[in-house]
């Protein structure tokens, strides 16, 4: 086999990775990325995670991109570790239907009518169609098929490619000899792992294994130990995603080096352990690219039944090797969502993002309420609170603004994009919230200290903006997390009031002030409490107006405003008189 052989093998390898990759994207692209969310949500059953899992793993045509997807939704409490148990069963069996795909490029036509459909010229004409449908199409969907179809005659043309190049080894001796060796059950197990591992992919290294067949070189006893190795190689890129991945999200990537370890072994051990007593006459047969397929189909298959009894032993057995972690209940866990992993699936990532960010919500409007309780009795331990949560929401808003700027960079869906700007608006709002919240905290803690207060007239005043506060946040934070866009058009109205309320109470401060009935000292602290309730007010106004934004996407954010500020009639009106009402000095 000469240096020219040899880049076109490299070349036909290549080729079918490319392909492989093109058509397994493009795949997802015409399902709208719905597969991913159609795992995670519908695998409550051991059977039912095992089907989904044969099938998503058949389209995507990577049992390991499977596995490394479900390590992410265990690690990020989307999914329970029992249910992945069944997923990465079916992955092992959907990742052997890319050997039968792979079969078809094998199959030769005859003379006349027969020639029109071999594999050379369907593979031709499937490519001329698919880059019509690429070029020359206007329609998403119909790119995509396209898509579809060039990857699938890129795939068939490297595995035509590979063919070609190792063809030359019929006849060489050394080549023979090495595949001899590879009868060797340990020495074929460790070339499987050893291939499957750097081109990380099972389906590639079958499909190797199936080019190199052509040569008659393979035989039953060379074929069987490289499969069984095939499969524990395909483990090396899902442990690598577990590293950093939570226990849970661990022990999911133990499974799926559990079932192939244990299949190699019940396989392996089991039909060496029966030929030392029974002569099977197969096993010196030449295998072809079919009968490599049905070998890869039968062992997955054949482990998945001989393992489906076992389910609760299986996740007994992860829990036992890999023991739970004290850091997996601390207060981060949400954050734990933020996968990166999810960031090649944008509607689970977009899914992801939003609940966090309700849990960023609820933890600033707890604060709120903690600065505020503070002034009516001062608790160091809530004081002390107010600022731990603090510390929590900047990171959530470090994580969270990291996670969406790389999630821009993916091909968004229109909704997709508008969910993920409302985020990146809005999460600094909730955080500047959660800083005015410490802000009121700190007042609290000086007047505590310097044993000051606000006079009784003073107190009753703030009862009024505190009330018409609570309800501002309450009304704006409800509306973002139920998405009740009628309820933000309630929101400015309150605003305004609450800057009005303020203003009066300034103006008041200062009389008492000039009549002595309150010092400097405490007016500033007064003054500074009032600023920080209405810069409140204003996130929450900007929060609602993101939403109408994000309802309508030709909405004019400063018209609006404006507005609705200087135009006082319609809902505004009616809104502004009714908060007048309620929260009257």
Same mark, same amino acid.
């Given at each position: 086999?000469?240096?020219?052989?040899?880049?076109?093998?490299?070349?036909?390898?290549?080729?079918?990775?490319?392909?492989?990759?093109?058509?397994?994207?493009?795949?997802?692209? &015409?399902?709208?990325?719905?597969?991913?969310?159609?795992?995670?949500?519908?695998?409550?059953?051991?059977?039912?995670?095992?089907?989904?899992?044969?099938?998503?793993?058949?389209?995507?045509?990577?049992?390991?991109?499977? $596995?490394?997807? &479900?390590?992410?939704?265990?690690?990020?409490?989307?999914?329970?570790?029992?249910?992945?148990?069944?997923?990465?069963?079916?992955?092992?069996?959907?990742?052997?239907?890319?050997?039968?795909?792979?079969?078809?490029?094998? &199959?030769?036509?005859?003379?006349?009518?027969?020639?029109?459909?071999?594999?050379?010229?369907? $593979?031709?004409? #499937?490519?001329?169609?698919?880059?019509?449908?690429?070029?020359?199409?206007?329609?998403?969907?119909?790119?995509?098929?396209?898509?579809?179809?060039?990857?699938?005659?890129?795939?068939?043309?490297?595995?035509?490619?590979?063919?070609?190049?190792?063809?030359?080894?019929?006849?060489?001796?050394?080549?023979?000899?090495?595949?001899?060796?590879?009868?060797?059950?340990?020495?074929?197990?460790?070339?499987?792992?050893?291939? $499957?591992?750097? &081109?990380?992919?099972?389906?590639?290294?079958?499909?190797?294994?199936?080019?190199?067949?052509?040569?008659?070189?393979?035989?039953?006893?060379?074929?069987?130990?490289?499969?069984?190795?095939?499969?524990?190689?395909?483990?090396?890129?899902?442990?690598?995603?577990?590293?950093?991945?939570?226990?849970?999200?661990?022990?999911?990537?133990?499974?799926?080096?559990?079932?192939?370890?244990?299949?190699?072994?019940?396989?392996?051990?089991?039909?060496?352990?029966?030929?030392?007593?029974?002569?099977?006459?197969?096993?010196?047969?030449?295998?072809?690219?079919?009968?490599?397929?049905?070998?890869?189909?039968?062992?997955?298959?054949?482990?998945?039944?001989?393992?489906?009894?076992?389910?609760?032993? #299986?996740?007994?057995?992860?829990?036992?090797?890999?023991?739970?972690?004290?850091?997996?209940?601390?207060?981060?866990?949400?954050?734990?969502?933020?996968?990166?992993?999810?960031?090649?699936?944008?509607?689970?990532?977009?899914?992801?993002?939003?609940?966090?960010?309700?849990?960023?919500?609820?933890?600033?409007?707890?604060?709120?309420?903690?600065? #505020?309780?503070?002034?009516?009795?001062?608790?160091?331990?809530?004081?002390?609170?107010?600022?731990?949560?603090?510390?929590?929401?900047?990171?959530?808003?470090?994580?969270?603004?990291?996670?969406?700027?790389?999630?821009?960079?993916?091909?968004?869906?229109?909704?997709?994009?508008?969910?993920?700007?409302?985020?990146?608006?809005?999460?600094?709002?909730?955080?500047?919230?959660?800083?005015?919240?410490?802000?009121?905290?700190?007042?609290?803690?000086?007047?505590?200290?310097?044993?000051?207060?606000?006079?009784? $007239?003073?107190?009753?005043?703030?009862?009024?903006?505190?009330?018409?506060?609570?309800?501002?946040?309450?009304?704006?934070?409800?509306?973002?997390?139920?998405?009740?866009?009628?309820?933000?058009?309630?929101?400015?109205?309150?605003?305004?009031?609450?800057?009005?309320?303020?203003?009066?109470?300034?103006?008041?401060?200062?009389?008492?002030?000039?009549?002595?009935?309150?010092?400097?000292?405490?007016?500033?602290?007064?003054?500074?409490?009032?600023?920080?309730?209405?810069?409140?007010?204003?996130?929450?106004?900007?929060?609602?107006?993101?939403?109408?934004?994000?309802?309508?996407?030709?909405?004019?954010?400063?018209?609006?405003?404006?507005?609705?500020?200087?135009?006082?009639?319609?809902?505004?009106?009616?809104?502004?008189?009714?908060?007048?009402?309620?929260?009257?000095?």
């Amino acid at each position: 086999m000469g240096f020219q052989n040899v880049l076109a093998l490299l070349g036909g390898v290549a080729m079918f990775l490319f392909g492989m990759t093109i058509m397994g994207d493009a795949l997802k692209k &015409v399902a709208g990325n719905k597969l991913e969310v159609i795992l995670y949500k519908l695998s409550n059953t051991p059977l039912k995670g095992i089907l989904l899992g044969t099938f998503v793993t058949a389209v995507i045509q990577s049992s390991s991109a499977t $596995t490394v997807m &479900v390590v992410g939704f265990v690690n990020s409490g989307m999914m329970k570790l029992a249910q992945a148990i069944g997923v990465v069963f079916g992955a092992n069996i959907g990742t052997s239907v890319t050997g039968w795909i792979l079969s078809l490029s094998y &199959v030769e036509g005859g003379s006349g009518i027969a020639m029109i459909f071999s594999t050379a010229v369907l $593979t031709a004409i #499937v490519a001329v169609i698919g880059i019509i449908l690429r070029m020359f199409c206007k329609k998403k969907v119909q790119n995509n098929v396209g898509e579809i179809l060039l990857g699938f005659a890129v795939l068939m043309y490297g595995m035509q490619a590979m063919s070609g190049a190792v063809s030359p080894l019929r006849s060489n001796k050394a080549f023979l000899d090495a595949m001899s060796s590879f009868k060797n059950p340990f020495l074929g197990i460790l070339i499987g792992i050893a291939v $499957t591992a750097v &081109v990380q992919s099972a389906s590639a290294s079958v499909g190797i294994l199936q080019a190199l067949s052509v040569t008659g070189a393979i035989s039953f006893a060379t074929a069987f130990p490289i499969i069984l190795g095939v499969g524990i190689g395909a483990g090396a890129p899902v442990i690598l995603s577990a590293i950093g991945a939570n226990t849970n999200g661990k022990r999911t990537a133990f499974i799926y080096m559990y079932f192939n370890i244990v299949g190699a072994i019940i396989w392996g051990v089991g039909f060496y352990a029966i030929h030392m007593f029974v002569d099977f006459s197969f096993i010196d047969n030449t295998m072809n690219p079919f009968k490599i397929a049905l070998v890869n189909s039968v062992f997955r298959i054949g482990t998945t039944i001989a393992l489906f009894p076992l389910f609760k032993q #299986v996740e007994k057995m992860a829990k036992f090797f890999i023991k739970d972690s004290e850091d997996d209940e601390d207060d981060m866990a949400t954050i734990d969502r933020l996968e990166e992993r999810f960031l090649k699936y944008p509607p689970i990532a977009i899914e992801q993002s939003k609940m966090t960010i309700y849990a960023m919500a609820d933890k600033t409007r707890k604060n709120v309420y903690r600065a #505020v309780h503070l002034f009516e009795e001062f608790d160091r331990s809530k004081f002390d609170k107010v600022r731990a949560k603090e510390a929590a929401i900047d990171k959530y808003e470090d994580k969270l603004g990291t996670y969406l700027v790389k999630l821009t960079s993916s091909e968004l869906q229109p909704q997709d994009a508008r969910q993920v700007s409302l985020i990146l608006h809005t999460i600094s709002d909730f955080e500047r919230i959660s800083d005015h919240a410490v802000n009121m905290s700190d007042i609290a803690l000086e007047m505590e200290e310097k044993g000051v207060s606000f006079s009784e $007239t003073a107190k009753k005043e703030l009862t009024v903006l505190k009330s018409a506060v609570i309800e501002i946040i309450e009304k704006s934070f409800h509306a973002f997390v139920m998405e009740e866009v009628k309820e933000c058009y309630r929101i400015e109205p309150l605003k305004e009031h609450i800057g009005m309320l303020c203003d009066e109470l300034k103006l008041r401060h200062i009389q008492r002030v000039q009549k002595g009935e309150c010092g400097l000292a405490i007016g500033f602290m007064f003054n500074d409490l009032l600023m920080n309730c209405e810069r409140i007010a204003g996130h929450c106004s900007n929060i609602a107006v993101a939403m109408i934004e994000l309802e309508a996407s030709e909405f004019d954010t400063h018209e609006y405003v404006q507005s609705v500020r200087k135009v006082r009639n319609g809902s505004f009106a009616e809104y502004l008189k009714e908060y007048q009402d309620k929260y009257a000095l």
